[in-house]
């Protein structure tokens, strides 16, 4: 049986995803209100917060994905 892996989550890594996260969702925000079809002020913070939070999450899942990817590289370099 194979021992169970320690975790790769640190405090640090977690304070640089939330600001990485919320600097992407700022940004796309910014990029993508001017778009939404509305004059009303609550209908375009509405539909540009939820076009941006889906574009977060897919960041948020490309960054998960990139660290899995790059520790795995790594460990591989050592063998």
């Known amino acids: 049986m194979t021992p169970p892996e320690t975790k790769h989550t640190s405090p640090a890594s ?8 919320i600097a992407f969702f700022l940004f796309i925000y910014t990029l993508v209100a001017p778009h939404v079809p509305s004059n009303d002020k609550r209908m375009v913070l509405f539909w540009g917060g939820a076009c941006s939070a889906c574009l ?3 960041f948020w899942l490309c960054v998960q994905m990139f660290r899995v990817v790059l ?4 460990e591989e370099r050592r063998k």
Request: net charge positive.
């Open 56 to 58: 977060t999450a897919v």
């Open 71 to 74: 520790r795995a590289q790594r």
């Open 14 to 21: 977690l304070a640089v995803d939330a600001v990485l996260v």
